[in-house]
């Protein structure tokens, strides 16, 4: 195996998030006097910059879209960011890759304050020796930058690491930094959304995952 370093995102990859993303968007929402009772509309919340995501939904500018990412926080931060599940399989996925050796790094687009919670509360930030994510002003919301920053930081070679994630953003920061990529088809990203975003592998289940390393 030529892979040295593991990349994976967190939300639909790692953990099944979308209860607590949703109804943070919902409450966002609201604050513009918005009022969608059908929380399986947002799922498309899952996974991208959130910014971006609003920018898309409301029609507004990045500025404004910015102000209602800090609604979204305030119910985050506090209730949504527990309303979340580790997916059945990961604690074993982790173990086992750990055991094999590789270095296995954290890479979302989620504030890296509630990654590092997260991981936490689920108990598996043992598994990780790099932990990243965007800062809350913004910075390195996008999964092309955010890879980038870690593998200048941490001096790691692109043909060495895999980036793995469930939506064509984790895809696209992969080839943007010259990296491969596993879609993990058991997350949030459709099968057409990851197909054409064309990753290096695609597995359906975690437990292909495994078997793969």
């Known amino acids: 195996m030529?892979?040295?370093n593991i990349f994976f995102d967190l939300d639909g990859t790692l953990t099944d998030s979308k209860p607590g993303i949703v109804k943070g968007v919902q409450y966002a929402l609201r604050c513009c006097g918005i009022d969608e009772p059908d929380l399986d509309?947002?799922?498309?919340f899952v996974g991208p910059p959130l910014y971006k995501s609003f920018m898309n939904y409301l029609e507004c500018s990045e500025e404004d879209a910015k102000e209602?990412?800090?609604c979204y926080r305030e119910y985050y931060a506090e209730t949504g960011l527990y309303e979340n599940a580790l997916y059945e399989g990961i604690d074993a996925l982790l173990y086992h890759l750990k055991e094999?050796?590789?270095k296995i790094i954290l890479a979302s687009s989620k504030p890296r304050i509630y990654v590092k919670r997260i991981l936490s509360y689920f108990r598996i930030m043992r598994y990780f020796d790099i932990v990243e994510g965007s800062e809350l002003d913004g910075k390195?919301?996008?999964k092309g930058e955010?890879?980038?920053h870690i593998l200048e930081k941490w001096n790691l070679k692109p043909?060495?690491?895999v980036m793995i994630g469930d939506r064509k953003h984790d895809v696209q920061g992969a080839k943007a930094n010259g990296m491969d990529s596993i879609a993990a088809g058991y997350g949030y990203g459709s099968k057409d959304e990851l197909s054409e975003a064309a990753p290096t592998y695609f597995f359906s289940t975690i437990e292909e995952l495994k078997n793969f390393f």
Do not use: F, H, M, P
């Open 2 to 4: 030529k892979y040295k």
């Open 146 to 148: 955010l890879i980038a």
């Open 140 to 142: 390195n919301t996008d």
């Open 41 to 44: 509309k947002l799922t498309s």
């Open 100 to 102: 094999k050796g590789y």
């Open 68 to 70: 209602v990412v800090e």
């Open 159 to 161: 043909e060495e690491c």
